[in-house]
């Protein structure tokens, strides 16, 4: 989009905002891009934004800027007479289509074959198709995000000693580490291969089966940019997100959600070097709100479905209003998934 209509553009959304006042809600994912975070009423990372359209009663149209499995959240928790539309609809995530429910049912199967049914809990990453999150509904599972993994964890282990966590191995691994669960009892279930590519024993040992899935966008940080970064600015702290692999976690001053880096940043003194391991999008903007504090990337990393969003597609939706590109889902897959979104909602954020 050239200036001259990003000039017409912006004033026509700001005009339909007016015009809608409190029937409409936009909300804005951290790593969408800042003319659409400034555009948008409320950001957040995928808990808070799921917890917003959760909570918020008084608008009729929830536009949701940012990828598809989180405006399915936003429409499972959103009342009967509110409708959530995504800007771009093939805006997805890479990670969510990692694993699907026919491969989930499958090895929850090969599972419950070696230790019996009702042996282990489900645990799905928010990103995840709506399908999944009704499977653990189902299943007394519950549904987290990488700012609740630990609480949901922990909740899991209450329930049942075994864990089937799914996409995101790393987020997994990232969590299992932090609460102490020995390597040797954590596996990764690899879909294509028989019982995940294990023995019987192995899975009777393991207390977290780790889904083979990962993020693109995260897993291009590696220990070599680490070290580099360490040499380069010595006084620099580090944070990353966890879908981060372990050996660039452990490496790093601290890891946590999009919201916990916002923070990271917010509360780190005047003048410090923060570098940090995430979507570029959500680093360069967090540069110029903070220009007190240096702020520099890890690496460069861009998540091509979230930068699928801009102002021209924002105003399509708005132009549009209830009724372009609305999320629908069926109404047995929103009730069962809901069990599982609402039980994440009862847990605590770190
Ligand atoms: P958050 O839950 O931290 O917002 O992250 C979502 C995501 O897609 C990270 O890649
Ligand atoms: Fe999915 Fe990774 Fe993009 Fe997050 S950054 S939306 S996990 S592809």
Redesign the pocket.
């Known amino acids: 989009m050239d200036n001259m209509n990003e000039k017409e553009i912006i004033p026509r959304i700001n005009k339909i905002k007016k015009s809608l006042g409190d029937k409409l809600i936009i909300l804005t994912?951290?790593?969408q891009r800042k003319e659409i975070v400034d555009l948008g009423d409320y950001k957040g990372?995928?808990?808070d934004l799921s917890q917003k359209a959760a909570a918020d009663k008084a608008a009729q149209y929830i536009v949701f800027c940012g990828?598809h499995f989180m405006a399915e959240s936003a429409e499972i928790l959103s009342q009967p007479y509110q409708t959530v539309q995504i800007p771009v609809m093939d805006a997805g995530?890479w990670m969510a289509d990692m694993a699907d429910i026919f491969m989930v049912e499958k090895a929850w199967e090969e599972i419950a074959s070696v230790i019996g049914p009702d042996g282990v809990v489900p645990i799905v990453y928010?990103?995840s198709d709506a399908n999944l999150k009704a499977f653990c509904g189902r299943n007394g599972g519950v549904v987290c995000?990488?700012?609740n993994a630990t609480a949901a964890l922990e909740w899991g282990y209450s329930q049942k000693n075994k864990i089937l966590f799914f996409p995101d191995q790393h987020l997994g691994r990232n969590t299992g580490n932090q609460m102490g669960i020995p390597s040797d009892e954590m596996i990764v279930w690899s879909p294509n291969e028989r019982l995940g590519g294990h023995s019987p024993e192995d899975i009777q040992k393991a207390r977290l089966i780790l889904w083979d899935g990962y993020?693109l966008?995260?897993t291009r940080f590696q220990v070599d940019h680490i070290r580099q970064v360490r040499r380069k600015y010595p006084d620099a702290t580090i944070v990353v997100?966890p879908?981060c692999t372990e050996e660039v976690v452990a490496l790093a001053d601290a890891a946590g959600?999009?919201?916990f880096i916002v923070k990271y940043v917010e509360n780190a003194p005047a003048n410090s070097t923060i570098v940090i391991g995430t979507?570029v999008n959500l680093v360069h903007r967090l540069a110029l709100e903070y220009p007190d504090k240096k702020i520099f990337e890890l690496h460069y990393s861009l998540?091509p479905n979230m930068f699928k969003t801009d102002p021209e597609s924002l105003l399509r939706t708005l132009e549009n209003i209830g009724q372009f590109n609305m999320i629908h889902l069926p109404e047995a897959i929103k009730e069962d998934s809901r069990l599982a979104l609402d039980r994440m909602l009862t847990l605590t954020k770190k």
């Open positions: 994912h951290h790593y990372d995928s808990f990828v995530c928010m990103n995000t990488s700012s993020c966008v995260h997100h879908e959600s999009t919201s979507e998540c």
